[in-house]
């Protein structure tokens, strides 16, 4: 255990200073030099290329860096932050399509460790996500990050940019029943939180009862549409 303890500390040094070095050579507009830096502390982290991190989806990458179906939070986290920088050079020498993708790439990894983490890691982290969230604000969501983004502001109390987020999803994409499923299991806990918390997440208590009476009805105009379709002709 403190062996495996030893290591993670000594990992954690290495990429901050990596970072650190990184982002002084942006500073002074070495944009070279900082991308020779960061290619090389990507193929040490990940033992792969930047090309290849571009092309794999991201549950790939965290399995990658964990070593088993098991996340490890620090080494997700910390491939996360190289991609945000990779990303944010890219975004730099106007690369913007590798930028997008990269930048979501990191987004997804991040709200996905922190959703399966303590409280401890989403305090540490969420101005980082938060910082994201601002790079990519002028691009198109995938649906895989609009559904990440869904959960990261329920899981940080903003129950209304949740809310816009789900009817976002349900007017850009086929309303099915696993997404109004999960947008009636979302009125449905909150239902339980106690209403000031409703109005501080600005999404009060009557509100949260129409969005949930809202979504049934579509649930089961949705049903009927499917039940009929699938009826034989007489």
């Known amino acids: 255990m403190y062996e495996e303890k030893d290591y993670i500390m000594k990992m954690i040094r290495q990429f901050t200073n990596a970072i650190a070095k990184i982002m002084g050579l ?6 070279e030099e900082s991308q020779e830096v960061l290619t090389d502390t990507l193929k040490d982290f990940t033992g792969l290329n930047k090309e290849v991190l571009e092309v794999l989806p991201y549950e790939i990458l965290i399995q990658n860096v964990s070593g088993s179906k098991n996340t490890n939070t620090v080494k997700s986290l910390v491939l996360a932050e190289l991609l945000n920088q990779q ?52 691009y198109d969501i995938p649906k895989e990050s609009m559904l990440l983004l869904f959960q990261y502001h329920e899981l940080t109390n903003n129950y209304a940019k949740a809310e816009d987020i789900l009817y976002k999803l349900i ?11 999960k947008g009636i299991a979302f009125y449905e ?8 918390e409703l109005k501080k997440g600005n999404l009060p208590i009557d509100e949260v009862l129409e969005g949930l009476a809202n979504l049934e009805n579509i649930g089961m105009n949705h049903s009927e549409n499917h039940f009929r379709n699938r009826r034989l002709p007489e």
């Open 171 to 181: 007017e850009e994409t086929e309303a099915n029943n696993d997404l109004v499923a």
């Open 26 to 31: 942006k500073t002074e507009s070495k944009i």
């Open 87 to 138: 990303a944010d050079i890219y975004e730099i020498t106007g690369e913007m399509s590798r930028a997008r993708n990269l930048y979501f790439k990191s987004l997804n990894i991040m709200i996905n460790v922190i959703s399966d983490s303590d409280n401890s890691i989403l305090k540490q982290n969420q101005d980082k996500v938060n910082d994201l969230i601002e790079k990519v604000r002028g």
């Open 189 to 196: 806990r909150l239902i339980h939180i106690d209403p000031s």
